[in-house]
């Protein structure tokens, strides 16, 4: 069974522009999270989709937005990049079904996007 | 808020030696705890996750137990190998967010 995968691994924008990260979940799950690392904030919860819907969000300007297909694919974009904005982008993958409590996650490598 | 801290942040041990790392949290109105190790690079793999009304979870060489009164999780590794070189993450789900919010994360090196 594939993983989660995430594309493109590396990427490198300049400010003020915007950027598109796509995450491919394990086969069959329907709850996609994603979420930011830094070495000076760590790991950050950006949102979480189930079945095209956005369940949940972390604490982030409206520049940082996402969406998630019928086939449970899910995309987050970055407008009006900046500097600190470079960071490790991972997403996240779980059934999803009867909710997420207490479902593991299975993560993706990630993007490392660097913005100049 | 729900603030996540784990302690040390880095310990290098010899290869063999049993090791515990810490998590603590300040909310103790979790729904679960997990542990994650992520290697350089890389993304996270879960190792356990151990859900409120558990006190503790095994797997092979770990185990995880969870103190929620007091706030507290303990991840024990036994008999520690290089490849466990990773940095290992706590992460809580809980709240009237329901978000999971991650610790600081340990560093652990363990020397041949």
């Known amino acids: 069974k594939a993983g989660v995968t995430q594309t493109p691994r590396y990427l490198i924008k300049t400010r003020g522009q915007q950027v598109t990260l796509s995450c491919s979940p394990i086969?069959?799950?329907?709850?996609v999270s994603w979420y930011q690392q830094t070495p000076g904030q760590g790991l950050q919860f950006l949102f979480e989709?189930?079945?095209?819907?956005?369940?949940n969000k972390g604490n982030f300007p409206g520049r940082f937005s996402g969406r998630q297909f019928s086939n449970s694919r899910s995309e987050m974009n970055v407008s009006t990049l900046e500097l600190g904005d470079s960071a490790l982008y991972l997403c996240?993958?779980?059934?999803?079904?009867?909710?997420?409590?207490?479902?593991?996650?299975?993560f993706g490598s990630g993007t490392q996007l660097s913005v100049l | 808020k729900q603030e996540v801290t784990q302690i040390p942040a880095a310990l290098s041990v010899p290869e063999g030696e049993n090791l515990v790392l810490n998590c603590s949290f300040t909310?103790?109105?979790?729904?679960?705890l997990q542990w994650f190790r992520q290697d350089p690079g890389k993304g996270l793999t879960s190792l356990l996750l151990i859900q409120s009304s558990q006190r503790e979870q095994t797997s092979g060489r770990l185990n995880a137990s969870l103190d929620k009164s007091s706030g507290r999780s303990t991840l024990y590794i036994a008999a520690s190998q290089p490849g466990d070189s990773a940095t290992y993450l706590c992460a809580v789900k809980g709240g009237a967010t329901n978000k999971l919010i991650f610790g600081t994360g340990t560093l652990l090196a363990v020397q041949p």
């Open positions: 996240a993958s779980s059934h999803g079904t009867g909710g997420t409590t207490n479902e593991k996650l299975f």
């Open positions: 086969s069959g799950h329907r709850s």
């Open positions: 909310d103790s109105a979790i729904y679960n």
């Open positions: 989709y189930f079945s095209e819907t956005q369940r």
